[in-house]
Each structure stands twice: as C-alpha cells, then as structure tokens.
C-alpha cells in the first residue's frame, strides 16, 4: 500500500500529467494532422499577409483538437476530478473549445468565422457559470472568493467585490482573445502557451501548499493545488504539439486551441487568485493584443496613419525583414525573460 501513497503526490501526478499529454499529443499528432486533411480543413491565408504566408495555404487548422483531447485526458486520468476547480477547467476548455470549432468549420466554407457576438455570448455564460460556481461552492481557503493578492505588498488584499465578475469576464476575453490574435506564426503561441502553464503551474503550487503560501504571504487556498495538474497538463500538450506546429508547419491550432487554451490560462490566473500575474505570464499576448489595439486607434484618430508596418506585432517585424523562426524565438524568450520577473515577485514583497 506504501506504494500508492505517492499518487497523494501534487509533484509526482504533475509531472506525469504533462509526461502523459505529451505522450497523447505525440501519439494522435500523425493521425489528427491525416484526419484534417481528409477533412480538407486548410488554413485560409489573408491576402494582406507578407507573401511566404502563402506557402501555408492548405495547411490543416483545427488542431487545437490535438491539444483539447491530451489536456483533458491527462487531467482525468491524474487530476482529483473532486476538485471544484479542476472541473471548471475541463467543462471551460470544451466549451470554449466548441466555439472555436464552431468558427473553424464556418471558416471553411468562408473567410470570416462566426460574429463577435456569438464569441462574446459563449465567454459572458461562461463567465456567470463560473461566477455562480465560485459563489456557490466557496474555497476553504485564507481568501474569500471576491479577494485577490497584491503583488509586491506584503499580507495585503484586494477585494473587487461587486467588480469580481465582470473580471472574470475581462480575463476570459482578455487572454482567449489575445492567444487567438497571436497565433499567426508557426510554433508561436503552443511555445508561449507552455512558458504560461509551466509558471502557473509553479504558482499554482505554491498557492495549495499551506507551508510555502505562508513562507511567501499568499493566500493560501486548498483547491488550488489540483490546478497544478491541470496547468502542467497543458504544458505538456502544448510541448507535444508544437512538435508539429514548429516550422514549417504541418498543422495549426485555429480558433478551437486558441480560444479553448487561451481562456483556460485565465481561468487558471482567477482560480489561484493571481489575475495580475497573468501580465507578466502572459505578457507576449498582453503586448500583441495592445499593438492591434494601439494600432487601429491611431490609425481612426490619424485619418489614415500607422504606429506600426502591420498589426499584431509579429507582423511588424515580419514586414521589417526578420525571419519567421527568428522572431518566433525571440518571442520565446521575452516570454521566458516576464515569466522569471513574475515568479521572482512572489518573493518581493
């Protein structure tokens, strides 16, 4: 029996939970990248586009699916499927996921997807479900379900109060669509994804061991231990399939990954009570949706003008000359360079 014991283990069924996804993603990798080519799910290249992107035209999208499957495989076969937070996750990734399915396969038979609206009204119900869920089955731990730690400020807490769910509702829609607007170069967003879910799930750790919360003055909270699984899960699912995403491409995630993965790392930020973290975990995303943002203001207030050659950024720099693998590394890193500066400021308070 001593044997067993060690699947009481939050580290050992993490590490396995991202062994196991990037085994899953590695084993169906060849045979959903066949399907979706069966399917003739090819990508539709923007004719605005720098022109090497045309060499993408027919690669298969939605393979997101890839990703979906390995995460929530993975987390119920290592995951406590008791845990509240657990499966907000799982039931968030397919119902995000499905809208992106949704806008694939519309995109197959027309450029554009479905309406903004309908994304918005799958993100707001999603939002009040996990509003409703939160207020309904409240943690045991330090925190109430309104508040949220500081960075920096030691012991001290902020309370959004009546504002918690309209911000929930801005990191859904925040992070699902600023991974879906950075998703443009191959190995991008899977190799961004996997820097975010790998420091959250460190977070995530630290935030459900009662002994290292109190060492660094979080909140301690017991349900967010089982999100480490989860976030380590992605990781891996990611790693594996970047595998095949890295270029040249031979499948891409489409909206089905990224508004599915994008929302889950959200909502991993909110169930661990860390949303402000999610700036420097996810900080390459932050940059690329303020660039688009920036972007299309000045160029209404300017009549016509542009901050930057093409928005979101990669772009920019696609336009400036740089290779695709070049910025698509350095982009890497910078994530790389926030994640260490955020998991650093857990210990500067």
């Known amino acids: 029996?001593?044997?067993?014991?060690?699947?009481?283990?939050?580290?050992?069924?993490?590490?396995?939970?991202?062994?196991?996804?990037?085994?899953?993603?590695?084993?169906?990798?060849?045979?959903?990248?066949?399907?979706?080519?069966?399917?003739?799910?090819?990508?539709?290249?923007?004719?605005?586009?720098p022109t090497r992107h045309q060499e993408k035209k027919g690669t298969p999208s939605m393979g997101g699916l890839l990703i979906i499957l390995a995460v929530l495989i993975s987390t119920m076969l290592w995951g406590d499927l008791t845990n509240r937070n657990v499966l907000i996750l799982m039931a968030s990734v397919i119902w995000l996921g499905m809208f992106g399915f949704i806008d694939d396969l519309v995109k197959?038979?027309?450029?554009?997807?479905?309406?903004?609206?309908?994304?918005?009204?799958?993100?707001?119900?999603?939002?009040?479900?996990?509003?409703?869920?939160?207020?309904?089955?409240?943690?045991?731990?330090?925190?109430?379900?309104?508040?949220?730690?500081?960075?920096?400020?030691?012991?001290?807490?902020?309370?959004?109060?009546?504002?918690?769910?309209p911000l929930i509702l801005f990191v859904i829609l925040g992070s699902s669509n600023s991974v879906n607007i950075t998703d443009g170069l191959d190995g991008l967003s899977p190799g961004l994804l996997a820097v975010s879910f790998a420091s959250f799930a460190v977070v995530a750790y630290i935030v459900g061991n009662i002994k290292a919360s109190n060492y660094l003055h979080i909140g301690f909270d017991p349900l967010a231990a089982e999100v480490t699984i989860f976030a380590t899960a992605a990781f891996g699912a990611c790693l594996g399939f970047l595998w095949f995403n890295a270029h040249p491409a031979e499948v891409f995630m489409g909206d089905t990954g990224s508004l599915a993965l994008g929302g889950a790392l959200g909502l991993v930020a909110i169930l661990i009570k860390q949303e402000i973290l999610l700036l420097f975990f996810g900080a390459v995303f932050v940059i690329e949706a303020c660039s688009v943002i920036i972007q299309v203001g000045y160029f209404k207030m300017s009549g016509g003008k542009r901050v930057f050659k093409m928005a979101?950024?990669?772009?920019?720099?696609?336009?400036?000359?740089?290779?695709?693998?070049?910025?698509?590394?350095?982009?890497?890193?910078?994530?790389?360079?926030?994640?260490?500066?955020?998991?650093?400021t857990l210990k500067v308070r």
């Open 1 to 49: 029996m001593s044997f067993f014991n060690i699947f009481s283990y939050i580290t050992f069924r993490a590490a396995y939970a991202g062994i196991t996804a990037l085994i899953i993603s590695f084993m169906l990798g060849p045979w959903t990248i066949r399907k979706l080519k069966h399917l003739k799910t090819g990508e539709i290249v923007r004719e605005d586009l």
């Open 312 to 344: 979101p950024l990669h772009h920019h720099f696609e336009k400036s000359g740089w290779a695709e693998s070049k910025i698509v590394i350095r982009f890497w890193l910078v994530a790389i360079l926030f994640a260490l500066i955020g998991i650093s």
């Open 108 to 165: 197959m038979k027309q450029k554009k997807g479905i309406r903004g609206k309908y994304k918005l009204f799958g993100q707001i119900i999603l939002t009040l479900i996990v509003g409703w869920t939160l207020f309904n089955f409240p943690s045991a731990g330090e925190l109430r379900v309104t508040q949220s730690n500081a960075l920096f400020l030691k012991n001290m807490i902020i309370d959004f109060g009546w504002f918690y769910v």
